[in-house]
């Protein structure tokens, strides 16, 4: 069963940084998209970054120029480095893997933005 472990949310102060990290339980041969989303409670979940197998980014708007996803295929692990953090930032953060066929989730890990 193939799983992905978020980890590394947690209360930042406005301006502040934090960096999620994305865990596989597996090598993934190919991808469509590694990807964090997000979602406000009682709002569906919006995609922030994605990154595909060519290194090629897209990103939220509100979130270009502050945040930076990445991958270290060595590690099985995919990022989103997250600076100058603003309150709206703030939400459940998920991570995705797509593949040809499917869809991989994480649970998901809290990033609160707070003073």
């Known amino acids: 069963q193939v799983r992905l472990v978020e980890t590394g949310g947690g209360l930042a102060q406005p301006g502040g940084s934090l960096r999620l990290s994305c865990e596989a339980s597996?090598?993934?041969?190919?991808?469509?998209?590694m990807a964090w989303y997000r979602k406000y409670p009682g709002k569906q979940r919006v995609l922030v970054a994605r990154?595909?197998?060519?290194?090629?980014?897209e990103y939220l708007d509100f979130v270009k120029g502050r945040f930076t996803i990445s991958r270290d295929i060595a590690k099985k692990t995919h990022y989103l480095q997250m600076n100058d953090l603003k309150p709206e930032d703030a939400a459940f953060y998920y991570c995705?893997?797509?593949?040809?066929?499917?869809?991989?989730w994480g649970r998901g890990t809290q990033v609160t933005v707070s003073s």
């Open positions: 990154i595909d197998s060519n290194n090629s980014t």
């Open positions: 995705n893997v797509r593949t040809w066929n499917k869809d991989y």
């Open positions: 597996i090598h993934f041969d190919s991808f469509n998209y």
